[in-house]
């Protein structure tokens, strides 16, 4: 298992790295033990260039996001700052990536809500959630995962997802169609694929 699935107990050796995410300029502090833990990964970058920020409506004026598996936290700090009246959380089981998140948002001025899994209520549903999901955790753990969360959805939400295609991304659609959920491929970008993912119709 790789080693950012879990709390480093090494030394942290933080570090600084910029990123430009939707349009906005963002510090971002990453360290040893975490996912990304140079420079923001192409996999998230592809991700916030493929999809249009989520937008507060008048059906949805706080609409409730996710970022499951975080890291240090660069799409729920991108999502609260282009949407300023969502409630957004940011999840991992990394317990330095969710300090690493909190002082990211507090440096940018954002609120994020940055819990392990098991802190998050376990009634809440959200509206979008995003991730670039843990691929080498494994098949049998990540479909575990996905169904965990992507059934948490609210009544017509959606997930985006980036999956690198060479780590099983056509695979995963199909996995995800053949358990029901309605899965449009959005773009392929620099080896990635950013899929749309929709609860099933109800009957």
């Not at 699935?5 to 975490?34: C, I, K, M, Q, Y």
């Not at 409630?87 to 819990?115: F, K, M, P, W, Y």
Request: aromatic share 6%.
């Amino acid at each position: 298992m790789s080693h950012y699935f879990v709390t480093p107990t090494g030394e942290e050796n933080r570090r600084e790295f910029r990123a430009t995410l939707f349009g906005r300029s963002f510090t971002f502090t990453s360290a040893d033990g975490v996912f990304s833990g140079q420079r923001l990964d192409l996999g998230t970058a592809v991700l916030l260039r493929s999809v249009d920020p989520p937008t507060a409506t008048t059906a949805v004026p706080n609409p409730r996001l996710l970022d499951l598996g975080c890291g240090i936290g660069p799409i729920a700090i991108a999502l609260a700052a282009a949407c300023p009246p969502a409630h957004v959380t940011a999840i991992d089981v990394n317990d330095r990536a969710l300090e690493l998140t909190r002082l990211n948002a507090a440096r940018a001025g954002v609120d994020v809500q940055a819990r392990r899994p098991e802190d998050v209520d376990p009634d809440e549903q959200f509206d979008e959630i995003w991730s670039n999901p843990p691929i080498r955790i494994g098949k049998p753990a990540l479909h575990d995962l996905l169904v965990t969360w992507l059934g948490r959805l609210a009544p017509g939400g959606r997930a985006y997802l980036v999956v690198g295609r060479n780590l099983g991304a056509d695979s995963l659609q199909g996995w995800l169609s053949n358990q029901g959920w309605s899965v449009t491929r959005l773009t392929s970008a620099k080896g990635f694929r950013v899929l749309a993912v929709s609860p099933p119709e109800p009957c």
